[in-house]
């Protein structure tokens, strides 16, 4: 700014608060956007799996009436759990590799980021698995078979 005698001031102290302030409201708006993204994803995962193990009652019914024992049924379960998690980091690691084709440039992968995002896949993946289980197991294996309208 100018003054009346020609001479200029400029309050850095005042333009650094200006910064500090439109950094953080830059980083309060990203996170919460991140969080919201993630609980849709996880509500997404969760409606998925927990609506193909709904439809599957009368599946995972005749398995249990030819013979399945319960620590078969919960193996086989584990399974197709861990299975449904590879699959949504081996689309990531997919993803990640179009676009890195498409941008050259020195990249060093996250480590700790990339080790807790595969740990929370898995952690959704089994909380939703062992909720739907829960209802499935506490069916009765003749009403699952009767009722056609699943």
Partial sequence: KQN?????????AANAQES???LLVANVLSYDFIVLISL???????NTISTNVNLRRREFAM??????TTRGFNKMMNFECVF?????LLISL???????????AAYELPWLSVGIAVLS?????????????SKVRKENIIDALKNENL
Avoid: C, D, E, P
Wanted: no cysteine.
């Fill in 20 to 22: 500090r302030n439109t």
């Fill in 84 to 88: 449904y998690g590879l699959k949504a």
């Fill in 40 to 46: 849709i994803t996880v509500a997404n995962v969760f």
């Fill in 121 to 133: 896949v898995f952690l959704v993946v089994f909380v939703t698995m062992l909720y739907a289980m």
């Fill in 4 to 12: 009346g005698s020609g001479y200029s001031y400029h309050n850095y």
């Fill in 94 to 104: 997919l993803i990640r590799q179009s676009l890195n084709q498409g941008i050259v």
């Fill in 63 to 68: 398995l249990k009436s030819v013979g399945m």
